[in-house]
C-alpha cells in the first residue's frame, strides 16, 4: 500500500486507487497522516477537520473510521490499518509514505551537497521532486487550521528546489535550469530568492535583457499584491547584472570545501518564546541588522532559545552555520581568545592553518572577506563582554550574529545590534514545560504540587529542568514531595543543587558574581535583605549606607550582569533564585543593612503620615541614623502616592522587623501605615497590627500595646470578627486604666463605638460615643471631641433621629474646621448629607454630600468617596432623578471596581434596576 500526500491525497493498493470516500472521511485519513505511525488525539482530528464542530461531529468521526478501515483493509494482514493507541494511530509501513521517500532523498542530497558531491546530490534531489505533484494535500477540505499542516511540507519543497538550483548553478547547469526555474517562478511569483536565482542563471546563458525583465515583473508584483519594493537580495542581482558584475560567472570547480553546519542539537522539549521568536524571525526582513545579543541571567534559557532559532532558520543560511561557545561565564574554563575563536571560525570555511595571519585584527580582516559573499548564520554562545564578539562580527548585512551572554553588551547595541532581554517564563510556559518533560499522570493528578513546583522555581528554566530531572529520575515518588522540599525559601538552592556545575544553580549564579567589583558584589548581598518585590534607588542607597548617585552606578553593573533586573526605570529587583544566593552570601553584615533600611521607612513613611493626617496624636521617633536618607514630599497627595506605591514593601518591612528583633521599628512602622491601611485594606491591616502587637508586648511597652490593640481591633471589626475585637478593647482598655491614660482610654471608646456601630447596635455606639466625648473634654483634645461629636450624630441618624443628629453633626463640623482637620469635616459633612435626606431636605443633602466629595478627592481618599458618592446617588433616585442617579452609581462603580470592593455588586444591581 502506498500512501500519497505530496499533491492529491492518493492510496494505492495492488496496482488500484483506494476509494476513500467523501470530503470529510478524506479529510479524518489525511489528519491521520499528518504523524504517520503514531496517535493522534480525537481532538486533534477534529480540530484539524472541522472549524466548528457539532456534537455530532464526534458520532461521525466514529463513523468515518468505521470506513476507512474498512477502505484500507488488507485481507493479508489481520491487523485493521487504523488502531486505537492512547488516540487513533494509521500504521505506515516504511517505504509506504511519499514524504517519507521525499526526506530520504533530500536527507541524501543535503549530505552529498556538503562533501562536495555535487552531480549525485543533484539527482538525488531531483528523485524528491518528482514525488511532488502539486500543492501538499492538495484536495484535502479540512479545517482552516489544517494549513498548519501543509505549510512546513511546502517549506520542505521549496527548500529542496532551492538546493537543487544552487548545486545545478554550482555545475554550470544554468541554461538547462531556466525552463524549471521559469515554471516554479510561475507559480510563485513572490518568492524573491527563486527570482534571484532565474536572474541569475539567465544572465550565466547570456540573456540578459529577459534576466531584468524579471526583476521588474517581479517588482511590480510585489508593489501590487503586498504593496513593498523587492528585498536586499534581489536589489543586490539587479544591480550586478546592470554593472556585468563579472563575478556573477560560473567559477571554474575546485576541491570543495564542505559546508559547516555547527549548530549542536535543539532542546527536544523547547516551550514558549513565542514573543522573542518572532523578534529574532524580524532580522531575517530587509532591516539591514546583522546582530542580535539574547541577554539575561544564568539559567534563562538563551543558549536554548538561540539553539532552537538557528535549527528553525538554517536554511536561509545556506553557506553555513558556525557555534562557537566562548566561555565567558564557565565555571571550569577562560574565556576564549579572540584570535583563537578566529582561527576555529576561518578553519570552518576551509583556509589552510599556513594562511592564517598572527595578528588578531588581521585575521578578523581576513574573516570578513571570506564571508563577504556569503550567508551564514553565526551564534556565538557565551559570551562574556563586546571586545570578544568585535573581532568576529562579518562585514555585510547578508550574514547574521545570534550572541548570548549574561551581560547586556550595551556597546554592541550602541553599534546597532538588536537587543533582546530575555523573561522569566510565565506560569503557563512553566507548566508546559514540566509536563512535557514529565510524560506521566502526576501532572494531572497533583496539580496543586505542580503549581507550587513552578512558584518556587519563579519562571527560570534551568530551575525547572532541575526539578522535572528530579521528579523523572524518580517517578515513583509524588510531586508533593519535591514541592515541599522546594518551599522553604531558604532551602531551595539545596533542593535544586546538581553535581554538573552546569546545570547547579549556585555554580551558575557564582560565574556571574565573581566578576562583580568587591562594592558591586557587596551591595548585591546587602540588597538581599530588602523584603519588597521592587527596589527603588532610595532604598537601594539606605541599605548599601551609600549616596544614591554611587548606589546607582553600582545598581547599573548588577543590571549589566543580569543579577539584577529594573523592570521600571528607577526600580530594580531579584529573582527569587537569585534573591536566595545573596542571601545566603550576606550572613551578618545583613543585620546591618536591615537596620539602616527600616530606619529610612520609619521616617519616610512617618512624615508621610503626617502630611496626610497633621492632626493625629504625634509619635516620637528617635533619631534617624541618616536624616539625607529620609524621603521628603509636597503635600498629602505625593505622600498618599508614596504609600500605594511602597505598600507592599511596608507591610513586609513590618515582618522583616520582627523577624530581625526591630521591635521597636515593627510597632511604629505599623503606626505610621494606619491612615493608608485603613481606606478598605483590612486584612493587611489585621496583618500589620497583629505583628505589631507581638513587638510591642515583647519590648514590655504598655503605650505601644494600647496604640496597637486599638487598631488591630478596628481592622478585625472591619472583617466581621466583632468578638475578637471587643475582647481585644477589653484588654486594651484595661492598660489605658492600670496608666490612668484618659487620652487612650477616650480613643479606646471611640474605636468601641465603631465596632458597635458595625454590628447595628446604634445605642450602644452613641453611649460609647458619650464616654469618649466626656473623656475627650476633660483633657482638652478638641479634634477627638469633634469626632466623638460627629459619631454620635451620625448613630442618631442611622436610628431614625435625623433632626438630633444634626446638632451634634453641626458642632462637630465647626471644632474640625477650627482645627482643620480636613478628613474630620468631610466625614461630617457625609452625616449631615445622611441625616438632611432622611428628613426629606434633599436638595441641602445632595449640597452637603458634594462639599464631603470635594474634601475626599483633595485628600485621596477614595474609599471613603465612594460610600459618600452611593449616598449621593442614592438620594438623587429618592428624587426621582434616575439619569442623576445612573451616573453617580456609575462613578461610584468605577472606585469600587478598583478597590475590589464587595458593595461594587450591589451597585451594578441598583444601575441594572433602572433599566427594569
Not at 570578544?388 to 545590534?417: C, E, I, K, M
Not at 506605591?645 to 501605615?673: I, P, Y
Request: aromatic content about 4%; some cysteine; proline content about 5%.
Amino acid at each position: 500500500m502506498r500512501f500519497s500526500v505530496l499533491g492529491p491525497l492518493r492510496v494505492e493498493t495492488g496496482g488500484r486507487t483506494v476509494a476513500l470516500g467523501g470530503p470529510r472521511q478524506r479529510a479524518v485519513l489525511a489528519a491521520l497522516l499528518t504523524a504517520p505511525g503514531e496517535s493522534v488525539s480525537r481532538a486533534r482530528i477534529m480540530d484539524l477537520v472541522w472549524d466548528d464542530p457539532t456534537p455530532s461531529a464526534a458520532v461521525n468521526l466514529r463513523g468515518y473510521v468505521s470506513k476507512l478501515r474498512a477502505a484500507l483493509h488488507d485481507p493479508a494482514d489481520p491487523e485493521p490499518r487504523i488502531v486505537w493507541d492512547q488516540g487513533l494511530r494509521l500504521r505506515v509501513a516504511p517505504g509506504e509514505l511519499d514524504v517519507w521517500e521525499f526526506d530520504r532523498h533530500t536527507a541524501a542530497a543535503h549530505r552529498l551537497r556538503d562533501e562536495g558531491r555535487l552531480a549525485e546530490a543533484a539527482e538525488a534531489y531531483r528523485a524528491a521532486l518528482s514525488l511532488v505533484r502539486a500543492d501538499p494535500f492538495q484536495d484535502v477540505e479540512g479545517s482552516t487550521r489544517f494549513e498548519e499542516v501543509r505549510t512546513p511540507l511546502r517549506e520542505r519543497r521549496d527548500l529542496a528546489f532551492e538546493r537543487y538550483v544552487a548545486t545545478g548553478l554550482e555545475l554550470g547547469r544554468h541554461a538547462e535550469l531556466v525552463g524549471e526555474l521559469r515554471a516554479w517562478h510561475a507559480r510563485q511569483p513572490l518568492w524573491e530568492h527563486l527570482a534571484a536565482q532565474l536572474m541569475l542563471a539567465l544572465f550565466r546563458s547570456g540573456r540578459r535583457s529577459e534576466a531584468l525583465a524579471v526583476f521588474q515583473e517581479t517588482s511590480e508584483t510585489l508593489v501590487d499584491e503586498l504593496g513593498t519594493g523587492p528585498d536586499r537580495e534581489l536589489r543586490q542581482m539587479h544591480r550586478r547584472i546592470l554593472a556585468d558584475d563579472p563575478g556573477l560567472q560560473a567559477a571554474t570547480r575546485g576541491p570543495r570545501v564542505p559546508v559547516p553546519r555547527q549548530l549542536p542539537a535543539a532542546s527536544a522539549h523547547f516551550t514558549g518564546r513565542a514573543t522573542e521568536l518572532a523578534a529574532l524571525d524580524g532580522l531575517l526582513g530587509d532591516s539591514g541588522e546583522a546582530v542580535a545579543v539574547l541577554s539575561g541571567p544564568g539559567g534563562i534559557g538563551k543558549t536554548a532559545l538561540a539553539l532552537h532559532w538557528a535549527h528553525r532558520v538554517a536554511e536561509k543560511f545556506p553557506d553555513g552555520q558556525i557555534h562557537l561557545d566562548l566561555r565567558g561565564f564557565d565555571p571550569a574554563a577562560a574565556p576564549l581568545a579572540a584570535g583563537e575563536a578566529l582561527r576555529t571560525v576561518l578553519d570552518a570555511h576551509g583556509v589552510p592553518a599556513e594562511h592564517l595571519p598572527d595578528d588578531t585584527d588581521a585575521r578578523s580582516a581576513l574573516l570578513r572577506s571570506v564571508l563577504a559573499d556569503k550567508r551564514v548564520l553565526m551564534v556565538l554562545d557565551n559570551a562574556r563582554d563586546a571586545a570578544q564578539v568585535r573581532p568576529l562580527l562579518p562585514g555585510t548585512a547578508d550574514s547574521l550574529v545570534l550572541v548570548t551572554s549574561r551581560n547586556r553588551l550595551s556597546a554592541l547595541t550602541a553599534s546597532g545590534a538588536r537587543p533582546l532581554h530575555l523573561p522569566v517564563l510565565d506560569a503557563a510556559d512553566a507548566e508546559r514545560f514540566l509536563r512535557q518533560r514529565l510524560r506521566d499522570r502526576r501532572p494531572a493528578t497533583e496539580p496543586e504540587a505542580l503549581g507550587q513546583i513552578i512558584a518556587s522555581c519563579a519562571g527560570l528554566p534551568l530551575a525547572l529542568a532541575v526539578a522535572a530531572a528530579r521528579a523523572v529520575n524518580d517517578p515513583a515518588f509524588p510531586l508533593a514531595a519535591l514541592a515541599e522540599e522546594l518551599r522553604p525559601a531558604e532551602h531551595r538552592l539545596d533542593a535544586l543543587a546538581d553535581p554538573d556545575g552546569s546545570t547547579d544553580l549556585r555554580t551558575v549564579f557564582a560565574c556571574s558574581y565573581r566578576d562583580l567589583t568587591p562594592a558591586g558584589a557587596r551591595l548585591f548581598r546587602l540588597l538581599s535583605v530588602h523584603p519588597g518585590p521592587t527596589i527603588p534607588l532610595a532604598d537601594a542607597a539606605a541599605v548599601a549606607g551609600e549616596a544614591p548617585r554611587e548606589t546607582r552606578r553600582l545598581l547599573a553593573e548588577l543590571t549589566r550582569a543580569n543579577l539584577l533586573g529594573e523592570p521600571v526605570p528607577g526600580r530594580y529587583g531579584f529573582h527569587d533564585l537569585t534573591r536566595a544566593y545573596a542571601a545566603e552570601l550576606a550572613g551578618a553584615e545583613g543585620r546591618d543593612a536591615v537596620h539602616r533600611l527600616l530606619d529610612r521607612l520609619l521616617h519616610t513613611a512617618h512624615a508621610a503620615n503626617h502630611l496626610i493626617d497633621p492632626n493625629r496624636d504625634p509619635l516620637p521617633l528617635a533619631p534617624a541614623l541618616d536624616a539625607a536618607a529620609v524621603g521628603a514630599f509636597a503635600d498629602a497627595e505625593e505622600a498618599m502616592d508614596w504609600f500605594h506605591t511602597e505598600a507592599a514593601t511596608l507591610t513586609a518591612a513590618v515582618g522583616l522587623a520582627a523577624d530581625h528583633g526591630f521591635d521597636r521599628h515593627c510597632w511604629q512602622l505599623s503606626w505610621t501605615m494606619r491612615d493608608y491601611l485603613d481606606r478598605g485594606r483590612w486584612h493587611d491591616q489585621a496583618a500589620v497590627f497583629g505583628t505589631a502587637i507581638g513587638a510591642a508586648r515583647r519590648l514590655g511597652d504598655g503605650p505601644a500595646q494600647i496604640k496597637t490593640g486599638r487598631l488591630r481591633a478596628e481592622a478585625l471589626s472591619c472583617l466581621a470578627r466583632h468578638a475578637e475585637a471587643g475582647a481585644l478593647l477589653d484588654r486594651t482598655l484595661a492598660l489605658c486604666r492600670e496608666r490612668g491614660d484618659l487620652v487612650e482610654q477616650a480613643h479606646t471608646f471611640y474605636v468601641r463605638a465603631r465596632v458597635e456601630h458595625r454590628q447595628g447596635r446604634f445605642a450602644a455606639a452613641v453611649e460609647c460615643s458619650m464616654r469618649a466625648l466626656d473623656l475627650y473634654g476633660q483633657v482638652g483634645h478638641d479634634i477627638g471631641k469633634a469626632n466623638a461629636l460627629n459619631a454620635i450624630g451620625w448613630n442618631h441618624t442611622l436610628s431614625g433621629d435625623h433632626a438630633g443628629a444634626i446638632g451634634y453633626c453641626l458642632r462637630a463640623l465647626d471644632l474640625m474646621r477650627a482645627t482643620g482637620d480636613r478628613h474630620g469635616q468631610a466625614a461630617t459633612l457625609d452625616s449631615l448629607g445622611h441625616a438632611l435626606r432622611g428628613l426629606g431636605r434633599h436638595a441641602e443633602a445632595v449640597a452637603h454630600f458634594n462639599a464631603a466629595l470635594d474634601l475626599y478627592r483633595g485628600l485621596g481618599n477614595s474609599h471613603e468617596e465612594a460610600s459618600t458618592i452611593l449616598k449621593l446617588a442614592d438620594t438623587h433616585h429618592a428624587t426621582g432623578d434616575r439619569a442623576a442617579a445612573r451616573r453617580t452609581w456609575e462613578r461610584a462603580l468605577a472606585i469600587l471596581d478598583e478597590l475590589n470592593h464587595p458593595d461594587a455588586r450591589t451597585v451594578r444591581e441598583k444601575i441594572a434596576s433602572l433599566d427594569r
